[in-house]
């Protein structure tokens, strides 16, 4: 009978991750072993973007347009008429300047396609790693809704990162 203690739990929590396996006890649950943000993929488009502006702008767009479908206008229009896309839902998910280098480096001529929405594969390290980027600028609902969790889920993630003083 399998030992109720925290690695039992951990490794009954990376379980999905790992295609229903179950990690032997005797695996720490911290260091070498432990799965973190970084070790999971962000689908498609989303993995490029990563490459382009880093892993924060590639989650708030999938946590914001995850699953639908958007235009993204060409980097010269962008040059040409910067007041003109300051309400472009790209500019106002990571900002101007990472807009611009997205459309750049991904959409020379502009285009539209569906931005993956990647929530299937959000790992609770992925998760955690959101929460702990944007406790101060957005709201436990916001964050809720980008993540499609609970408030609850979110109190909970916050309450963790607190207690290991990595958010105030």
Not at 128 to 140: K, P, T
């Amino acid at each position: 009978m399998a030992e109720w203690g925290p690695a039992f739990v951990v490794s009954f929590a990376l379980t999905p991750l790992l295609g229903w396996q179950t990690l032997p006890p005797a695996i720490p649950p911290f260091g070498e072993f432990a799965m973190t943000a970084d070790t999971v993929a962000l689908p498609g488009l989303l993995a490029e973007i990563e490459e382009v502006v880093g892993r924060q702008a590639a989650m708030m767009i999938m946590a914001d347009h995850g699953g639908a479908r958007k235009k993204f206008p060409s980097p010269s229009h962008m040059e040409q008429n910067p007041d003109r896309y300051s309400n472009n839902w790209l500019v106002k998910s990571v900002g101007a300047e990472k807009a611009l280098e997205i459309v750049r480096a991904l959409f020379p001529a502009g285009g539209q396609i569906d931005i993956p929405s990647g929530m299937e594969r959000l790992s609770a390290a992925t998760r955690r790693e959101f929460v702990q980027d944007n406790a101060g600028s957005l709201s436990v609902r916001e964050i809720a809704m980008r993540l499609g969790m609970t408030e609850r889920g979110v109190r909970m993630i916050k309450a963790s990162l607190r207690g290991e003083g990595k958010i105030i």
